[in-house]
């Protein structure tokens, strides 16, 4: 390899990667193949040293050390332990339940940070590891169908991602719903998926990281899905990540990582011997101690025992070579319970609060078998390279704490201040609400603070620092203009909801008010229809018993009690009657010569007795109960009175009289005229 290929690899100036090829020539672990600029190659020494099969083999202890907490250490030890395990067994353990993990929390709390450890650790590119899903379709996680060119028929296109032995799925929370749930399908843990018809392998643990909590996640994934999941919540570390930055800048330095091997890690089994499952299992889902439990009853319910057998298999292959495999197991096994134990504490209600207690024995245990295990040697060039780095930055140092004084590094630090505020305060993820040309002003003004805030941070006089203060005074003016047009557009916005709920209210009140007198105008229709129906009964009854009458008493005045009733009216008309002519009067009139006589006419008046339907009746006709003229005017009273009370029963709610006698219509019709209809 050349030396410029070299300061690419492993991310120093050319200088420097000559430093280091200097450095590792006087340790006899590289040579030059040629003369002075010839390319560098390997030694046997430099190979041996590589492989790490000697006594020098790097320990995991000073890499976890780095991380801020030790839940941090215990979620890099797990995913560290998954990997090795999917990359050895997932062929041969194809229907096992692979555990995935999930990291959440707020925003800068160095969720992204263990992906990017890991991926160092694994010698994985961040960009092609650790996917923004937002950013992703559907297609590029789960695979996608294409054509064949130059042929006919279709073919499977596998993703990238199913061949990598690590994906992180940063800011999932944030994607579309469709990618989301092609997310949570790799997360089920299968190492095998049918992907169009087609059985694919998928060989990453999958990690998902998102910007919500706890209580968000379970709504947004669903329990059977955080189940499978070993879930890590950074809100329950408050006060413990005060230094994440600085921990990241330490692990994600240039040769600060050691490179794990994962060919040469190899699981000492193919499944947790059956004592060390049934420890697990007991220690998760019983009681190690009588009465006591190291998870509640709902981190009882989503641990799964049978996916963190298999860490131990992993962890195991971390252990030192030398020691024996059932011992790397059992020191495996209690390792993987106190990492778990441990993750599972942040999320509130998981872990009983005695846990601690109660693994005490355990903790003790492993030191006396002296669990450390190791993760392989660093590159050769790392530490020089990392002395190198140590030295530069040791000399930019003290030429900055030459040239500063501190009246300047109080301004300096005051104007970045400015700008950061300025910067975060049209971040994109808080302009969401703002109006479109101000969310477009935002872009330009947020621009505009990063470029000067680095100006501001890298100026070393008083004058450039004067020059940047007065090109910060506009775009600083423009945030607060942009931030009054936001609150602004925000109070109308509240002031319109707040308008369309009173409108809102008020629709429900007249509604209601609506509702209240249509419920007492039918209170008030249904009292009326009673009161109605106790008057229409008690006539209807009254014209029955005279209509079931067969006999009528001497001296009865039998129309008059009918237009009582209402039965019959009254009604007087006039009538022209003629006057005939006697016999031989029109002889007569001949016989003596005068002209023939006429008939004469007289107007009289007739009264008769009328029913209901129109039809004319003479007193004699109605001169007996037992009349069929006083029967069918009865009927025809009847007839419509019942008719009244069917529709004050159906109104007032009330039962109908099973008693109440049928009126035919052949009774009624022989008092009706000619033509009309019942």
């Not at 993760?375 to 030459?402: F, N």
Request: proline share 6%.
């Amino acid at each position: 390899m050349s030396v410029p290929d070299l300061a690419f690899a492993v991310g120093v100036a050319p200088s420097s990667a000559r430093e280091i090829v200097r450095d590792l020539m006087g340790q006899g672990l590289v040579v030059r193949v040629g003369g002075a600029r010839s390319p560098v190659r390997i030694t046997s020494e430099g190979r041996h040293r590589l492989a790490g099969d000697g006594p020098e083999a790097a320990r995991l202890g000073p890499l976890l050390r780095m991380l801020p907490c030790e839940a941090y250490r215990a979620m890099l030890r797990l995913m560290l332990a998954a990997v090795i395990a999917r990359h050895h067994l997932r062929r041969r353990l194809p229907d096992a339940p692979w555990p995935s993990f999930v990291a959440v929390g707020g925003t800068g709390d160095g969720k992204t940070m263990l992906a990017r450890t890991v991926c160092r650790l694994l010698g994985l590119s961040g960009a092609s590891h650790i996917p923004v899903v937002s950013r992703l379709a559907r297609g590029e996680l789960v695979g996608r169908r294409e054509q064949q060119a130059g042929r006919e028929g279709w073919r499977v296109h596998r993703p990238a991602l199913f061949a990598a032995p690590f994906v992180c799925l940063d800011e999932w929370d944030k994607a579309e719903l469709d990618v989301q749930r092609a997310a949570m399908t790799l997360m089920q843990g299968d190492a095998l998926v049918k992907l169009e018809g087609e059985l694919v392998d998928v060989a990453p643990v999958l990690y998902a990281t998102g910007n919500l909590s706890y209580q968000q996640l379970c709504v947004q994934m669903g329990e059977a899905y955080v189940g499978r999941a070993v879930v890590l919540d950074s809100r329950g570390l408050a006060g413990l990540l005060d230094n994440v930055d600085l921990a990241a800048r330490d692990l994600l330095a240039p040769y600060a990582l050691p490179r794990l091997r994962l060919d040469e890690l190899v699981p000492p089994a193919e499944a947790l011997p059956a004592i060390w499952f049934g420890w697990l299992r007991d220690a998760l889902k019983g009681e190690p101690v009588p009465g006591c439990r190291l998870l509640t009853d709902r981190g009882r319910r989503l641990v799964r025992v049978e996916a963190l057998a298999l860490l131990p298999l992993g962890l195991a292959a971390l252990y030192p070579v030398d020691t024996d495999p059932e011992s790397r197991l059992a020191m495996a096994t209690g390792q993987v319970l106190l990492d778990y134990l441990t993750v599972a504490s942040t999320v509130d209600g998981h872990v009983a609060e005695e846990w601690t207690g109660l693994c005490s024995p355990v903790r003790e245990w492993l030191r006396e078998l002296g669990a450390a295990p190791i993760v392989g040697l660093p590159e050769l060039a790392s530490a020089a390279a990392e002395r190198v780095r140590q030295a530069k930055v040791a000399r930019q140092r003290r030429v900055a704490r030459d040239a500063e004084d501190d009246e300047l590094t109080r301004r300096r630090a005051m104007l970045v201040a400015l700008c950061e505020e300025g910067w975060h305060a049209v971040d994109p993820r808080r302009t969401r609400t703002w109006p479109g040309p101000a969310r477009i002003e935002a872009q330009g003004v947020r621009a505009v603070l990063g470029k000067l805030r680095r100006q501001a941070a890298n100026a070393k006089t008083d004058q450039a620092l004067a020059d940047v203060t007065e090109r910060t005074r506009a775009p600083l003016a423009e945030v607060d203009r942009l931030r009054a047009l936001a609150a602004q557009h925000r109070e109308q916005a509240a002031t319109l909801r707040a308008r369309a709920e009173e409108e809102r209210r008020q629709a429900q009140a007249e509604k209601r008010s609506a509702h209240a007198i249509a419920a007492q105008h039918r209170r008030m229709a249904v009292a009326a229809a009673r009161s109605d129906l106790t008057r229409v009964r008690a006539r209807c009854r009254d014209l029955e018993k005279r209509l079931g009458r067969t006999t009528t008493r001497p001296g009865e005045a039998v129309p008059a009690a009918l237009v009582e009733l209402g039965a019959v009216q009254p009604r007087t008309v006039m009538h022209e009657a003629v006057t005939p002519l006697w016999p031989g009067q029109r002889a007569i009139a001949r016989a003596i010569g005068r002209p023939e006589p006429l008939p004469r006419t007289r107007t009289e008046r007739v009264t008769f007795l009328v029913d209901i339907t129109g039809a004319r009746y003479t007193a004699a006709e109605l001169a007996t109960w037992e009349a069929p003229g006083t029967k069918a005017a009865l009927s025809a009273a009847l007839a419509q009175l019942h008719a009244a009370e069917d529709h004050l029963v159906a109104v007032a709610g009330s039962p109908s009289r099973n008693a109440r006698p049928q009126i035919g219509a052949a009774t009624a019709r022989r008092a009706l005229p000619a033509g009309t209809m019942l």
